[in-house]
């Protein structure tokens, strides 16, 4: 069993999650239960997979759940183009979220 706060991706995953939460708390009240609750679950998802699959038994396991923490970054990233269109962040806010979920991506690419 890895201890998974010791991966740098859950790290930055999880750094990731956060900055979705704070940034979604400025969407407009209509939004609570669209694009404020998809952006958070599925930025929270990524860490809580990558965490599961580090308890999980064998190399296997863990890669099956890298790849549904993939699946959720890559739900994250589809979230964010209304965001960036609607503009309910500044660009600056907008294109960092996405550099780091791209950065997300290309971590747990690179893992087993």
């Given at each position: 069993?890895?201890?998974f706060?010791?991966?740098?991706?859950?790290q930055k995953s999880?750094?990731?999650?956060?900055?979705?939460y704070?940034?979604t708390?400025?969407f407009?009240?209509?939004?609570l239960?669209?694009?404020?609750?998809?952006?958070?679950?599925a930025?929270?998802?990524?860490?809580?997979?990558?965490?599961e699959?580090?308890?999980?038994?064998?190399?296997?396991?863990?890669?099956?759940?890298l790849?549904?923490?993939?699946?959720?970054?890559?739900?994250?990233?589809?979230?964010?183009?209304?965001?960036?269109?609607?503009?309910?962040l500044?660009?600056e806010t907008a294109?960092?979220?996405e550099?780091?979920?791209?950065?997300?991506?290309?971590?747990?690419?690179?893992?087993?």
């Amino acid at each position: 069993m890895k201890d998974f706060k010791t991966l740098l991706v859950w790290q930055k995953s999880y750094q990731l999650a956060l900055a979705a939460y704070r940034a979604t708390a400025r969407f407009p009240k209509e939004e609570l239960f669209g694009l404020t609750s998809q952006i958070r679950r599925a930025s929270v998802s990524v860490p809580a997979n990558i965490a599961e699959g580090c308890c999980r038994d064998g190399d296997a396991e863990f890669a099956r759940f890298l790849h549904i923490a993939m699946g959720s970054a890559s739900e994250l990233d589809c979230h964010l183009l209304p965001v960036r269109d609607l503009q309910y962040l500044s660009g600056e806010t907008a294109s960092a979220l996405e550099r780091d979920v791209s950065e997300v991506k290309r971590m747990l690419t690179s893992l087993p």
